[in-house]
Every structure is written in structure tokens, then in C-alpha cells.
């Protein structure tokens, strides 16, 4: 008896990663999408991966009012190294591009009230060719990001096998416990086993990361986009049930900003980010981006419902044979936001609906506030029929609430205080 309860203590005993962050899905600014690997920094002082492109971003984040509606990471991704550790085996940032080293920068962000991401591999090189961290390295590469003050690792996994990852990925979840510095952990493993069951076993990394890529890279491109809402979408049963407060599916960076989305689609890709419960890492120059992007990557209603505290993952509820497509995500206070997103690239299309058929069948009194032109909608219960246009390859977005539990005008305006 004694025995039976000391191995079942033993198998219940699995590690979590009990750094308590990212109850809400992260927010910042991340390198890759748009400076990649440059590190031509002579003939691309302005753009190419070095510490000075990272203390400018800082400083758009503080001075622009990012930092101040949550857009609080500035992360580094590959092509920070050199190609060699040092001879103690500790990695060494590039000392052209990262003069002062990665403390000094640590130090920068967290003097502005930012914190600092970087990026790792658990094969054998990074994507990029740099030295991963393999298995023989992970207490020393989670001292070192520690030693410099880091407050969140990107892991990735190119060069490395099924196994490595199966080791590796727990190890650095530990490894970064056991440094005593909270470091919020974004794991690529998914997306390197195929982003499913069986293969993929979420319920550990719920455990163990903060957040992971699931699925391909985000590129340039609408195409891009549209491929990974097509693949959140088709497998929402399984992520849906895994997102939650500390743990976050990843569909990758935020494109706006940049040159592959028009203005439609870069609200679309925003609006669906937010069902999705996704984080908010943009990767676009903060220095020259046009005040309509800033508008909507500083949307406080889009912002507040990405952050909802009740953590739950949207899904789409349906597809009419017309190409719109309904996303709904329940967010706290028996409040719900709405995306209707059309797939036509023809015109403004009117579609017509009531909340009873997107599963509303409760007896409240609704309203509705527009996310992106602020309108409100008000007197909408169940049966109501309404006409939202929605453009082609755009989105219609709403914040719907309960009044009837918010008669009084003080406690309504509460609810909607920004
Ligand atoms: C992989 C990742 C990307 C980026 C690159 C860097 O492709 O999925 O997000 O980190 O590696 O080389």
C-alpha cells in the first residue's frame, strides 16, 4: 500500500513551468517577419539585426504609446550570434552588432519599462546556421539568458529530431525554473511535429510553455494569412480546449504594417488574431509605419478584448455558401466578440442575420459596440434581424454585451471605460 502510494506520487509529480506569467496572451514587437536574417549592417545600418535596431523599436514602443496598451516584449530572433561559443561554451552575441552585449540591452528595455525576448534552438543549429543550444547545453544557454537579464526565450527547432525535442523541450522548462528568474518560454515544438495529437501532446505543454507555434511561418503575404486562419480553424476543437491563462496557441506574427495586406485585410488579420486569443507580437518598422496601421494595432477596444481575463479561444460558428464566415470568441462578463469575415472579392456584401443563429438563444437584451468605427448597435435580442456590409477580404467586428444585466447608465459606462 505504502509503495503503491509512493509511485503514484512519482507519476503525478510532472514538472509545470510555475513562472506565473502571460496570464493574458503576450504582447510586443518581434524581429523576424520583417528584418529576418540582414545582418548587413554596413550596407543596411538601418535595418539590419543589431542592437541599435532594437533600442530604436524600444523607444517607438515608450514614446509612441505602445508600452503603455500592453505591447510591453521587444524580442530578438535568430542572427544574434556568432557563429562559435566562446571557449567556456556560453554563447556570445555578434560584437559588431551587439557592441554592448545583450545585458546592456536587457538593461535599456528594462529601464523603459519593456522586456527583453531572445531567441534559441534545441538542434543542433538554429534555423539560420547559429549554434543551437542541443541537449548538453540547456542548463548553461538558461543560466546565461538569466546571467543577462532576459525575461523571455523564443526555442525553436530546426536541426533536431522528434527526440531531441521530446527531451529538450521539458529540460529548458526546467532548466529556466530552476535559474529563479521568471522567463516566459515560447515553444516552436508543434509546429515540428505536425501541430496535432497524437503526436503533438498539448496537456504537457499546457504544463511547460507559455505559448508555442503551432503551425508554418507567417510570410508577407494575405495568402499567408488566410493559410494559417484555414488551419486554426480546421483543427479548433483541439487548440481551442488548450488555450487558456499561461498557455497560448501561436498563429506567428502580425503582418500589419507592412507590404503583403491592404487595409482590409491588415483589420482582418488583427480581428481574427484577437478570436484566436493569439499573442501580439507586431514585426513591422515602428519608425516609419502609417498612422492608419497604428490605428489599428491601437485599437483600446480590439486590445481589451485580446486581453480578456477569462482567457478563452474563439472559433468560427459558421460558413455561409456565400464565403462570410462567423467567429465568435465569449469573453468575460457575458460579454462576446463577434468577427464577420468575408472571403468574396467582389463587393461590399450585406449579409443579413440575427444573433439566434449565431447560437445566441438566450432572452437578453444585447448591444453591440463596432470595434473599428465605434458605432453602437443597440436593441438586439435574439430574433432580431440585422445587416452588417462587410468588405471583400475585410471584417466586421463586434463587441456584444448584455444590457439587460446593466440598466443602470453608471455601471454600463463602467463596463465600457477604456
Ligand atoms: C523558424 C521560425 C521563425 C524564425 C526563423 C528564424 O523558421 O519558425 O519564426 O524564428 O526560424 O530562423
Known amino acids: 500500500m505504502k509503495l503503491t502510494v509512493m509511485l503514484l506520487a512519482l507519476v503525478v509529480q510532472v514538472f509545470s513551468l510555475e513562472n506565473g506569467l ?14 529576418r536574417c540582414n545582418t548587413d549592417c554596413e550596407e543596411d545600418p538601418d535595418n539590419c539585426i ?12 515608450v514614446e509612441d504609446g505602445w508600452r503603455d496598451l500592453g505591447y510591453n516584449y521587444i524580442n530578438i530572433d535568430d542572427c544574434w550570434m556568432m557563429f ?30 519593456l ?99 503551432n503551425y508554418d511561418d507567417i510570410e508577407d503575404s494575405w495568402q499567408s494569412v488566410l493559410s494559417i486562419v484555414d488551419w486554426f480553424t480546421k483543427h479548433q476543437d483541439v487548440l481551442q480546449s488548450v488555450a487558456g491563462p499561461g498557455h497560448w496557441n501561436d498563429p506567428d506574427m502580425l503582418l500589419i504594417g507592412n507590404y503583403g495586406l491592404s487595409f482590409e485585410q491588415a483589420k482582418a488579420q488583427m480581428a481574427l488574431w484577437t478570436i484566436f486569443a493569439a499573442p501580439l507580437f507586431m514585426s513591422t518598422d515602428l519608425r516609419t509605419i502609417s498612422a492608419q496601421n497604428v490605428d489599428i494595432l491601437q485599437n483600446k477596444l480590439m486590445i481589451k478584448i485580446n486581453q480578456d481575463p477569462l482567457g478563452v479561444q474563439g472559433r468560427r460558428v459558421l460558413q455561409t455558401k456565400d464565403k462570410i464566415e462567423v467567429f465568435v470568441r465569449p469573453l468575460s462578463q457575458k460579454a462576446n466578440a463577434i468577427v464577420f469575415f468575408s472571403r468574396r472579392t467582389d463587393m461590399p456584401y450585406r449579409y443579413k442575420t440575427t444573433l439566434r443563429s449565431l447560437n445566441f438563444t438566450d432572452s437578453l437584451l444585447y448591444e453591440a459596440q463596432d470595434v473599428y468605427t465605434g458605432n453602437i448597435i443597440s436593441g438586439l435580442v435574439a430574433d432580431t434581424k440585422f445587416t452588417v456590409v462587410v468588405n471583400p477580404s475585410g471584417v466586421v467586428m463586434w463587441y456584444l454585451y448584455p444590457i439587460s444585466a446593466l440598466e443602470n447608465p453608471l455601471a454600463r459606462k463602467k463596463f465600457l471605460s477604456l
Open 22 to 35: 502571460m496570464r493574458t496572451p503576450p504582447m510586443g514587437w518581434l524581429a523576424w517577419e520583417r528584418y
Open 50 to 61: 543589431s542592437e541599435r535596431l532594437f533600442m530604436d523599436m524600444a523607444d517607438r514602443l
Open 84 to 113: 562559435e561559443r566562446d571557449e567556456h561554451g556560453v554563447l556570445v552575441a555578434d560584437p559588431e552588432r551587439f557592441p554592448h552585449g545583450i545585458k546592456y540591452l536587457a538593461d535599456y528595455v528594462h529601464a523603459r519599462g
Open 115 to 213: 522586456k527583453l525576448g531572445i531567441y534559441e534552438d534545441i538542434g543542433n543549429k538554429t534555423c539560420m546556421g547559429y549554434p543551437g543550444t542541443m541537449l548538453d547545453k540547456v542548463a548553461l544557454d538558461a543560466q546565461t539568458f538569466a546571467n543577462w537579464s532576459v525575461d523571455m526565450l523564443k526555442l525553436d527547432g530546426c536541426y533536431s529530431s522528434a527526440e531531441d525535442r521530446a527531451q529538450g523541450y521539458p529540460d529548458m522548462a526546467k532548466a529556466l525554473n530552476a535559474t529563479g528568474r521568471p522567463i516566459a518560454y515560447s515553444c516552436s515544438w508543434p509546429a515540428y511535429d505536425g501541430g496535432l495529437p497524437p503526436e503533438v501532446n498539448y496537456t504537457l505543454l499546457m504544463d511547460i510553455c507559455n505559448l508555442w507555434r
